[in-house]
């Protein structure tokens, strides 16, 4: 079912104008009579189509019920600049996956070519309304390395995966973070994930001295975009989001 994202609903009518009339009648191809779904103010609503005009789209609700689709703990992935085509699939999947925002971050290694944010936008959107998303995870701009430690230290808990770590494994700090999650109730997990090349000697110093604990993901190297898609699997899992 076509789905749309406001930032609130407070009345049985619903007038789509600017970009999320475009979406829905131009992109979506809606008609009078179609279903359509609205994710609101932590809920789904039913709509339907009513009245279709050339700037705007008229939608009467129906019903409503509560959203249960996030997960209960905020998770934000910082990733290394990749390719544009890797970042894209990064920032797909991890809009299906669950993550409450993502931020590109320019690192030693980082991949040269520059980042269209719009464009990643558009496919947060998209992957947040196949999904079944309650709203959707912004992309941010790029920032620093700099600037994303002081982003970092914001965290509960830092997921730090390093290719040449090898005495604490992803396992360990996961079940740190389910004990610390069970003792104080974690709100804010970051999970950061370096380039194709890694991240620098200098750079995984600076981590460790802000308190990250490097992590090993196994014998195996991930391409990036895989390691970001991974890694966050695992955290929702431990998390209990892959539950009924």
Request: net charge neutral; glycine share 6%.
């Amino acid at each position: 079912m076509r789905r749309i994202f406001l930032s609130e609903v407070d009345s049985e009518i619903v007038e789509l104008t600017g970009e999320q009339h475009i979406h829905l009648s131009v992109a979506k191809r809606a008609r009078i009579g179609d279903k359509v779904q609205i994710a609101a103010d932590g809920y789904i609503y039913s709509a339907v189509v009513f009245e279709c005009k050339k700037n705007s789209t008229m939608l009467k609700i129906e019903s409503k019920k509560e959203e249960k689709c996030e997960p209960n703990i905020c998770i934000t992935l910082y990733f290394a600049r990749q390719k544009p085509e890797h970042s894209e699939i990064t920032v797909q999947k991890a809009v299906e996956l669950g993550v409450s925002k993502i931020v590109p971050v320019r690192t030693k290694f980082c991949a040269l070519q520059a980042l269209k944010i719009d464009r990643l936008n558009k496919i947060a959107f998209s992957a947040a309304a196949q999904s079944g998303r309650g709203f959707v995870p912004k992309v941010e701009d790029e920032i620093d390395f700099d600037a994303a430690l002081k982003e970092l230290g914001d965290s509960d808990l830092v997921v730090f995966p390093y290719e040449n770590e090898k005495n604490t494994s992803l396992r360990k700090v996961l079940d740190k973070m389910i004990k610390m999650d069970r003792m104080h109730g974690l709100k804010n997990v970051a999970v950061f994930v370096g380039s194709e090349g890694g991240f620098s000697e200098d750079e995984v110093d600076r981590a460790v001295g802000m308190g990250f604990v490097p992590a090993s993901l196994g014998h195996r190297i991930l391409r990036a975009e895989t390691a970001c898609i991974a890694v966050l699997a695992c955290v929702m899992y431990e998390l209990g989001e892959f539950g009924v």
